[in-house]
């Protein structure tokens, strides 16, 4: 039997925890949030229970648990910040491909060549860069694998700035880029 799911709770520009108990976590960094969209669940002496996006909730998800299946949470416990959509075009978000469209005239960062994109060196570890990090050239952004061989996609380049803050992740974890595809928005910091 699917139990009704319950709604999250708004405030501040988080979503936050209706009830005391697990969350089990749902959404990544990066991934879009609109009215009604799945957030994982929250277990309760036992029980779980979908938990979802309330109306008047969108934007881009920051600061989610990386690395966690579920997280001890208090009622009113913030669960993740949004981050509006102003900087990301929404309507290209496709869940199946993990792609997103930078906004109109930003800024961004592309796979210097096609493969499965990594924001973490390692399952268990905290990725490279969060949305709102400044960086500079050099710092490591995230990984290409190819052919089982990791390769590091740094930050810099023509027409970008020498110091500069993440706006938005354009692709998923573990998604699959082509050459020249936008992988990361910025702005100047």
Do not use: N
């Not at 920051?62 to 208090?74: H, M, Q």
């Amino acid at each position: 039997m699917t139990r009704p799911a319950v709604v999250a709770l708004w405030a501040d520009g988080a979503l936050r925890s209706p009830a005391v108990g697990w969350w089990r976590v749902g959404v990544r960094d990066g991934a879009v949030v609109v009215p009604g969209a799945p957030l994982g669940a929250i277990e309760t002496l036992g029980v779980v229970t979908p938990l979802v996006a309330p109306d008047g909730a969108a934007g881009m998800v920051a600061g989610a648990p990386g690395g966690v299946a579920r997280v001890a949470v208090g009622y009113g416990d913030a669960l993740v910040r949004l981050v509006p959509l102003d900087g990301v075009a929404a309507a290209d978000d496709d869940p199946a491909g993990g792609h997103r469209a930078p906004a109109e005239g930003a800024m961004v960062v592309r796979a210097p060549t096609s493969g499965r994109l990594y924001r973490k060196p390692g399952p268990d570890r905290p990725p490279f860069v969060e949305v709102g990090s400044v960086v500079e050239p050099g710092a490591t952004l995230c990984l290409l694998e190819v052919m089982k061989t990791f390769h590091r996609v740094a930050y810099g380049g023509d027409g970008l700035p020498a110091r500069a803050r993440v706006v938005a992740f354009l692709v998923d974890d573990e998604a699959d880029v082509d050459a020249g595809d936008p992988i990361v928005q910025v702005e100047p910091a």
